[in-house]
């Protein structure tokens, strides 16, 4: 999960100062300094955030401001559906949807988050594919498009099945918003950009702040005694028991949206047959793999032992065969579930649910058996 950044190197977000202050552990991340947990630990700020309400920091997240040079959020649209297999066109104003920059070979190249804003978009990428996400943005809507890389905001989420209650104090208009939802709204008198989503499974918000104000925004949350603040630990534990992909993980260049079992990303508009189908890059391929089938495909694991089966782990028919039929992209203890889970790649003839793996952990075979996802259901406010 953490990355080996040379440490002079890494960049601080906003709320440095507040994480050393609640006694946040630093490890280098995408980087960044950030908390991997708080003194609460691991497993206690995993089960809060299940429970009540936790406030985590994703500021070292990459914010984009996407205008059209003709002043139509449809023109932008139209532009962004170039560069992704969604249908951006057909987002309307207020709404969020999530999409994947793809390449040539159909690979993803990034995982983000659109909204349209009513007069222009704005999109949400990885902290460690920003840069990129950025050059390739010029590279391909320059000509139509205005993009502004919005440094100087934070970015933090509320997340938790009493996040709203907890905003409400805060933005009258957060209990009115459904999954999904998004756009500019006041958050304790500043001017935030406010989606019901999040990384968790949980119900709860993301909510992008001027970063002068980040600190107060987060202290005023923070003050509720139902929020804990959550470290990147409980970040990855949760987002794996909701089945959520982890970019350079669970998905890469490498990997097409149909392999990852991201289909339902990818509306009919934008497949074979549909109102706008292709027109982005990987088409070909990634349309191939939706009317034919693609060999291999993410799936869930759920071990029958208490050993949690990690990333890199290579999975197998059989407890005796020599030939790894797949691998595990992510993996860890379910603290929800009290076992462990995991994620990997296996042959599409292997993946349906109740199918009998095995995992090789130091040097002995595990069993495994393919879950559906997610592990822990979702909250989501529909």
Known sequence: MLACDDKNSLRRTPLYGLHVSLGGKMVPFAGYEMPVQYPAGVLKEHLHTRSSAGLFDVSHMGQIALRSKSGTVEDAARALERLVPQDIVALAPGRQRYAQFTNADGGILDDLMVANFGNHLFLVVN??????????????LTEGCIIDSLTERALIALQGPKAEAVLAKLCAEAPSMKFMDAGPRKVDGIDCFVSRSGYTGEDGYEISVPAADAERLAKALLANSEVLPIGLGARDSLRLEAGLCLYGHDIDTATTPVEAALEWSVQKSRRTGGARAGGFPGAQKILAHFDQGASRRRVG?????????????????????????GTV??????????APVAMGYVPTAQSALGTKLFAEVRGQRLPLTVAAMPFVKNTYKR
């Open 127 to 140: 902290a460690a594919c920003k840069a990129e996400d950025e050059a390739h943005l010029r590279a391909h």
């Open 301 to 325: 694991l759920r071990a029958e032992g208490r050993a949690p089966v990690r990333e890199g782990a290579l999975l197998f028919a059989d407890a005796t065969t020599t030939e790894a039929v």
């Open 329 to 338: 992209t992510s993996g860890g203890f379910g603290p929800s579930l009290n």
